[in-house]
């Protein structure tokens, strides 16, 4: 079953912009992280919220966790077409949770438009 | 360092026919994972391993058998290959709780 679901499914935007995925979940978590995937290529992590944690920052990216509505948000600023890539929201389980057993959700493919 | 290694990056196999695709780790990793891709589904779990001789099932472990003899090699073996595995897998690796998990380019697998 899949535990995340990120929203919208696609995304389409001029460079410069800003982008907004959006991720929810069904079970009790230890974290959440969000991964990227470029086209025919292995997934590159990007960031890692912890679940007492609810807002991170790393160079461009912002990510939330609202762990009562258990929902998370990745704000991707200032897009640039190198940006374009599919971003997987990933879970790690609260009991006995570790990187090893991630449920992701289906993705959501971003489209940065030169 | 190489990070996670796949090989090989494609393969087509006849239903009925079976496989082993490798992944190798040089990061001293204790944790590991086989995931399948499929379109519109995002990763599911086949199974994981937390050490040298201990592993588990995932969500979708049917028709895929592992074992993990040392800490860096994690195969993935199809007994019996089906339509239904036509598949990119993805081996991954890891140190402990909360910390990333670490992919490999994959591996295109087509069965016909």
């Known amino acids: 079953s899949q535990q995340g679901e990120e929203d919208p499914q696609a995304l389409s935007i001029q460079e410069g912009e800003n982008a907004t995925m959006n991720c929810s979940y069904k079970t009790s978590i230890n974290n959440l992280q969000w991964y990227r995937q470029n086209s025919g290529r292995g997934l590159v992590h990007l960031i890692l919220i912890r679940s007492n944690e609810r807002e991170k920052h790393s160079g461009r990216l912002r990510v939330t966790l609202d762990t009562s509505k258990k929902s998370s948000s990745l704000l991707i600023t200032a897009s640039r077409a190198a940006d374009t890539a599919s971003y997987f929201c990933?879970?790690?389980?609260?009991?006995?949770?570790?990187?090893?057993?991630?449920?992701f959700g289906k993705g959501t493919l971003l489209t940065v438009n030169p | 360092n190489a990070g996670v290694t796949q090989t090989p990056k494609f393969q087509v196999l006849k239903t009925g026919q079976s496989m082993t695709l490798q992944c190798a780790q040089d990061?001293?990793?204790?944790?590991m994972s086989w995931y399948r891709q499929d379109p519109g589904m995002g990763l599911r779990l086949i199974h994981y391993s937390v050490g040298a001789g201990i592993t588990d099932q995932g969500e979708v472990p049917n028709g895929y058998n592992v074992s993990r003899s040392t800490t860096e090699d994690f195969p993935l073996r199809l007994l019996s290959a089906a339509p239904s595995q036509t598949s990119v897998y993805f081996c991954a690796s890891g140190r402990g709780l909360n910390t990333e998990a670490f992919f490999g380019q994959g591996t295109r697998l087509t069965v016909v």
């Open positions: 990933a879970t790690a389980p609260n009991s006995g949770g570790s990187n090893y057993k991630l449920t």
């Open positions: 990061m001293n990793h204790e944790y």
